[in-house]
């Protein structure tokens, strides 16, 4: 930010796009993060990484944690608290945003990208909007309820579904890495989503929740998987990041939201 709230070096929110891993860009977030910065109250971080084009499982994930690394690498210079970053995604974004919080503990998954691999990679908060949480059940579902696995996203990242890369779909969900050292989470997800089904949402949360992690999901009631784009989705994606890195005291309302209409198509 150009004018700071405070003097004492700032929390960071790093801001992880989406794209099914195959496309996208760090500037997609560059508008949420002018917002997070304008407020004073954070320093704003978008973080672009590998696509599948140019490179398979696990770049993607090696390439954020490096730029989790550069940030603590930076933090006295910049005048920021390197023990307060949060991560915060959207589908893509949501999957290695969630794996950055589990995985912390993983030497597997750190990569050894740039000069800063003496640095630690772990955050301390998770935005998790509609994110893919566990490879090894599809990602989409037909109407019979029967998993559907041909999914290009998931074969351009891994190789190959989770049937034909299983230890490859292991590694890459978050789920297999939760610990009782995890970030606080919380999760965004629409009932309705047939990209990233609800029931990714549902067993992070689980999955934390026995770890005795702090965990909370919130439905958006008969929401795609673009219902996460709900402004209440910020705002509460915000007071909970408030409350864990900055010690702002609030009762977060995990009330399920109800998605909102899709805009009209144009002809």
Same mark, same amino acid.
């Given at each position: 930010?150009?004018?700071?709230?405070?003097?004492?070096?700032?929390?960071?929110?790093?801001?992880?796009?989406?794209?099914?891993?195959?496309? #996208?860009?760090?500037?997609?977030?560059?508008?949420?993060?002018?917002?997070?910065?304008?407020?004073?109250?954070?320093?704003?971080?978008?973080?672009?990484?590998?696509?599948?084009?140019?490179?398979?499982?696990?770049?993607?994930?090696? @390439?954020?944690?490096?730029?989790?690394?550069?940030?603590?690498?930076?933090?006295?210079?910049?005048? +920021?608290?390197?023990?307060?970053?949060?991560?915060? #995604?959207?589908?893509?974004?949501?999957?290695?945003?969630?794996?950055?919080?589990?995985?912390?503990?993983?030497?597997?998954?750190?990569? @050894?990208?740039?000069?800063?691999?003496?640095?630690?990679?772990?955050?301390?908060?998770?935005?998790? +909007?509609?994110?893919?949480?566990?490879?090894?059940?599809?990602?989409?579902?037909?109407?019979?309820?029967?998993?559907?696995?041909?999914? @290009?996203?998931?074969?351009?990242?891994?190789?190959?579904?989770?049937?034909? %890369?299983?230890?490859?779909? %292991?590694?890459?969900?978050?789920?297999?890495?939760?610990?009782?050292?995890?970030?606080?989470?919380?999760?965004?997800?629409?009932?309705?989503?047939?990209?990233?089904?609800?029931?990714?949402?549902?067993?992070?949360?689980?999955?934390? #929740?026995?770890?005795?992690?702090?965990?909370?999901?919130?439905?958006?009631?008969? #929401?795609?998987?673009?219902?996460?784009?709900?402004?209440?989705?910020?705002?509460?994606?915000?007071?909970?990041?408030?409350?864990?890195?900055?010690?702002?005291?609030?009762?977060?309302?995990?009330?399920?939201?109800?998605?909102?209409?899709?805009?009209?198509?144009? %002809?």
């Amino acid at each position: 930010p150009k004018k700071r709230n405070s003097e004492k070096p700032l929390p960071i929110i790093a801001l992880i796009h989406g794209g099914g891993w195959v496309n #996208g860009d760090r500037l997609g977030y560059a508008a949420q993060a002018i917002q997070l910065a304008r407020t004073g109250d954070y320093a704003a971080v978008t973080v672009g990484y590998r696509l599948t084009k140019e490179a398979r499982w696990p770049a993607q994930v090696h @390439d954020c944690k490096a730029a989790i690394r550069w940030i603590r690498a930076h933090a006295k210079q910049l005048n +920021l608290d390197p023990d307060k970053i949060a991560v915060w #995604g959207s589908s893509a974004g949501g999957h290695l945003s969630s794996l950055l919080g589990t995985s912390g503990d993983v030497k597997e998954l750190e990569g @050894d990208l740039g000069p800063n691999t003496s640095f630690s990679s772990r955050v301390q908060c998770v935005v998790n +909007l509609c994110g893919p949480e566990d490879f090894t059940q599809a990602l989409m579902f037909d109407k019979e309820g029967k998993p559907i696995w041909k999914d @290009d996203a998931v074969s351009g990242l891994l190789g190959g579904n989770a049937q034909e %890369k299983p230890a490859e779909a %292991k590694a890459a969900s978050p789920v297999t890495h939760v610990s009782k050292d995890d970030p606080p989470f919380i999760t965004f997800h629409g009932t309705k989503d047939q990209r990233v089904a609800f029931l990714h949402a549902l067993m992070i949360h689980e999955a934390l #929740g026995k770890a005795g992690v702090t965990s909370a999901v919130i439905p958006i009631t008969d #929401g795609g998987h673009s219902s996460v784009n709900h402004p209440e989705v910020k705002i509460r994606g915000q007071q909970f990041t408030d409350k864990v890195l900055r010690g702002i005291e609030s009762t977060i309302d995990t009330s399920p939201l109800q998605a909102q209409p899709e805009p009209p198509k144009t %002809k």
